[in-house]
T-cell receptor, first 116, second 112 residues
């Protein structure tokens, strides 16, 4: 079965530290890739997405992610985190093989706590 | 109002009650989704509707019954639920299947 793995369940960083959150998926075909963020008390929001083209995608709030097809990975990065980045981050994948039955498969999430 | 809205935001119900969750999207999207979010588990897709037609039922028990009267509205009818059904129920919509999804704030359901 298709799956998405986020290996870091809980990350604690100090402000200005660099961030990298891992995401690996198991589907071998063409995929659409997403990172969503859920700030405390708020709903899930799209951070960035990859459909095709440049494998390095930039999202909101200084986040970026790199799609490495050979590694089935889509890691999220930010050079310098802020206290306001404290949130839960979810990686998600949609196998893109056309038709009306594609579905978004989520990882278990990574809880990031940034200490001031 | 913009985005995806859900009502109620909180719901407490007994195991013999019947209740409904409502979702409305103001984005002109064609696909709508129900998800279940439980602690320490990945988001679980429950149902997918595309142009008002159900295209996915992810082995959801029949005590959950979805309804999609039009592309803007989605309901989840609940009856004879179990305590383990307590969770955050999220609605989402997307322009087309496989495109990015926009989520509502969720309904926090507690079954007593």
């Amino acid at each position: 079965a298709q799956s998405v793995s986020q290996h870091n369940h809980h990350v604690i960083l100090s402000e200005a530290a660099s961030l990298e959150l891992g995401c690996n998926y198991s589907y071998g075909g063409t995929v659409n890739l997403f990172w969503y963020v859920q700030y405390p008390g708020q709903h899930l929001q799209l951070l960035l997405k990859y459909f095709s083209g440049d494998p390095l995608v930039k999202g909101i709030k200084g986040f970026e992610a790199e799609f490495i097809k050979s590694k089935f990975s889509f890691n999220l990065r930010k050079p310098s985190v802020q206290w306001s980045d404290t949130a839960e981050y979810f990686c998600a994948v949609t196998p893109n093989y056309g038709g009306a039955t594609n579905k978004l498969i989520f990882g278990t999430g990574t809880l990031l706590a940034v200490q001031p | 109002e913009t985005g995806v809205t859900q009502t109620p935001r909180h719901l407490v119900m007994g195991m013999t009650n019947k209740k409904s969750l409502k979702c409305e999207q103001h984005l002109g999207h064609n696909a709508m989704y129900w998800y279940k979010q439980s602690a320490k588990k990945p988001l679980e897709l429950m149902f997918v509707y595309n142009f008002k037609e159900q295209t996915e039922n992810n082995s959801v028990p029949s005590r959950f019954s979805p309804e999609c009267p039009n592309s803007s509205h989605l309901f989840l009818h609940l009856h004879t639920l179990q305590p383990e059904d307590s969770a955050l129920y999220l609605c989402a919509s997307s322009q087309e299947i496989a495109y990015e999804q926009y989520f509502g704030p969720g309904t926090r359901l507690t079954v007593t």
